[in-house]
């Protein structure tokens, strides 16, 4: 099943796409953590009525016309025409990718649902106000059951619901090219491949496709130091560097490719969709959290919002690299957001924070210089290898802070500038949250330089590492400077 299980990881590198007993997001090394398998577009003849009112649910229709929430008519088709299919759902229970289709369905319709008032009152240039305090047994039984069987909150996640599972090939034989992606589902115009909302989730599935060299070079890596008698003295360095090259070429594309969203998705037109993903906790939509009725003794639920932090990419390597995270209520919610992967990815994650603590990933990569007793004949080379792996080392941090300025820069362009609303789509507050984070890998990037230039006896680091430490002393700065304004203007204590 997976050439990794030695390692201890259930990584995949045939994705079994016939075997529907597996869930759709166990890692791979061809796909990364796009789901094995292409999702499934089409509902079941028993969820006729699911499929009916979401095809008719988005602002704008696939035909063009008004659909359902154009006019805030949703919440009493659903009320009126939705039965209660929760006993339905169980005939697919050894069927894991249509119970995710089913969750990733029944998602749509109860974010759509709940937020629909807030909708209206956004688009007529109102507060949000709140939104809908419960949610109808039709819908809270089976998003429970289906989130039960998937491994998911009962709520839109990121991965399962909103974005990585939400896309179909135009063309089954043109593949993953971008301009062969189609949404399945969508709240406003999205299923438009054109329009903002459309690009705003495919740039993401444009992005997660780059993942699987990514995981490639990370589980190369780990057995690079774990098969120490296939790779002994400088054949284990090389095996180890050709690990971190591989991830550092598979971020540069990921980040080539997050750059697009600027042309696929414009800031003025987010505000509108963003609206529908949205969650529950620390939103003002819903102070007392959300009764789903039939469900927990009818005692209100609060879930966090759908939010692209879900996403795995950034967390790989965080752990990997083992950047260190401020002890800040900032950094509780980033581990609040771990809850909120699919189950196959949170296990994963843990497990590469495991193996990079246990093996001394960070100190093998940033090793001083052995003695020249120790290095037998092959000195030059083997010094050549050990400094290739600190810039790799550090590269690999710079790729991690190039991903999480362009989130900030996004913040600011998208959010920031176009609404007054505090907090994320995820509950974060959104003009310290994201700092938290690119701060805490810039201050590391000061560290490993600092300790790279204690070690390297002297030498010269070169044009790359000088370009790279002296972006991270500008954008230091810039990101100190448009915090504390933003933290002025909207009166929030500065995290800096």
Partial sequence: ????????????????????????????????FLPRIEPIATLPPEFEAVESILQRM?????????GLLA????G???????????????KYRDNLPMVTALYRDYSFLASAFLL???HIRFMNGEPYGLGRSFLPAQLSCPIVRCAEL???????????????????????DAGLAYSNLRLIRAFEHGLDPTSSEAGFVLVHIDMVKNSGPLVQGTMSCFRALVDAEQHAGPQQREAFN??????????????????TMWMKSKPRSYTSFRTFIFGITSQSMFPDGVVYEGVNDDKPLSFRGESGANDSIIPLMDNFLDIPMPETPLTEILQDFRDYRPSNHRKFLEQVKEHSEDFHVKNFALAPDPAPAALGVDEDEALLLLKESRILWLRALDQVRDFRW???????????????????????????????????????????????EGVSSGESLGAVYRDIMDRVERQRHALRKEVERYCQERGVKSSF
Avoid at 76 to 90: M, Q
Avoid at 438 to 451: C, R, Y
């Fill in 71 to 74: 006019s805030g008519k949703l």
């Fill in 406 to 452: 362009r989130h900030w820069c996004f913040a600011r362009e998208y959010i920031l500038k176009q609404t007054s609303h505090p907090t994320a789509t995820g509950g974060s507050p959104i003009v310290t949250w994201l700092p938290n984070q690119l701060q805490a890998v810039m201050e590391e990037m000061v560290n490993v330089s600092k300790q790279i």
């Fill in 58 to 66: 988005p602002v704008r229709m696939l035909s063009g016309e008004s």
């Fill in 242 to 259: 050709e690990g971190l090259r591989t991830i550092v070429n598979a971020m540069q594309a990921i980040n080539d490719v997050m750059e």
């Fill in 76 to 90: 009493d088709a659903i009320l009126r025409e939705l039965p209660d299919l929760t006993s339905e759902i169980d």
């Fill in 150 to 172: 998937a491994g998911f909150k009962p709520f839109m996640e990121y991965a399962g619901s909103y974005a990585l599972f939400n896309y179909r090939l135009e063309n089954p």
């Fill in 116 to 118: 629909e008032p807030c």
């Fill in 1 to 32: 099943m997976s050439a990794y299980l030695s390692l201890g990881f259930e990584v995949l590198e045939d994705t079994k796409p016939h075997d529907m007993s597996l869930s759709p997001f166990t890692v791979s090394t061809a796909r990364g």
